[in-house]
T-cell receptor, first 112, second 114 residues
Framework: AQSVTQLGSHVSVSEGALVLLRCNYS??????LFWYVQYPNQGLQLLLK????ATLVKGINGFEAEFKKSETSFHLTKPSAHMSDAAEYFC??????????WGAGTKLIIKP | DGGITQSPKYLFRKEGQNVTLSCEQN?????MYWYRQDPGQGLRLIYY???????QKGDIAEGYSVSREKKESFPLTVTSAQKNPTAFYLC?????????????FGQGTRLTVV
């Protein structure tokens, strides 16, 4: 069965520092992978997705993620954190029925 | 603007009462979903629908019911049988299942049982 593991329920970085949020998945079929962001008391918004093709995917707000099949990973990065990046981030993978399987989420805290 | 509208944003319910959460989309999406979100647990699927007049149970359907009489609408009823209904509920839609298209989300409804 497909599953998603996000390492770290909370990640804290200083403003201007590199952001790295980790996502590992298991999938018996070629995966489609997604990162979503959720601000407090709001719905989820798509940051980026990988379906096929280029393994480095660029998204909104300066985020990007790299699909590494050998490592079954899809880590999210941003070179320089901004206070407005403080939110919860969710990684998701589609299963064989194309249903989304969700990670537990990682809260990103930005220190001034 | 196209999107998904959930209402109300905040809802209070007395124990033993049923309550219905509204979800409307004007994206012309075939598939719609209801998720429940609790702190530290990610999103858990309650029900989903791929087409009008058809829906399937998700992972935590007990104590919930849905209908899909119109393509645009997918209301969720939280019944008195749901033992712990206080949570944040999210509605989503996508073009169709069976594809890699992403889901679009509403702003959520926070339900509190008092």
């Amino acid at each position: 069965a497909q599953s998603v593991t996000q390492l770290g329920s909370h990640v804290s970085v200083s403003e201007g520092a590199l952001v790295l949020l980790r996502c590992n998945y298991s999938s018996s079929v070629p995966p489609y992978l997604f990162w979503y962001v959720q601000y407090p008391n709001q719905g989820l918004q798509l940051l980026l997705k990988y379906t096929t093709g280029a393994t480095l995917v660029k998204g909104i707000n300066g985020f990007e993620a790299e699909f590494k099949k050998s490592e079954t990973s899809f880590h999210l990065t941003k070179p320089s954190a901004h206070m407005s990046d403080a939110a919860e981030y969710f990684c998701a993978v589609t299963n064989s029925n194309y249903q989304l399987i969700w990670g537990a989420g990682t809260k990103l805290i930005i220190k001034p | 603007d196209g999107g998904i509208t959930q209402s109300p944003k905040y809802l209070f319910r007395k124990e033993g009462q049923n309550v219905t959460l509204s979800c409307e989309q004007n994206l012309n999406h075939d598939a719609m979903y209801w998720y429940r979100q609790d702190p530290g647990q990610g999103l858990r699927l309650i029900y989903y629908s791929q087409i009008v007049n058809d829906f399937q149970k998700g992972d935590i359907a007990e104590g919930y019911s849905v209908s899909r009489e119109k393509k645009e609408s997918f209301p969720l009823t939280v019944t008195s049988a749901q033992k712990n209904p206080t949570a944040f509920y999210l509605c989503a839609s996508s073009r169709r299942t069976g594809s890699a298209t992403e889901a679009f989300f509403g702003q959520g409804t926070r339900l509190t049982v008092v």
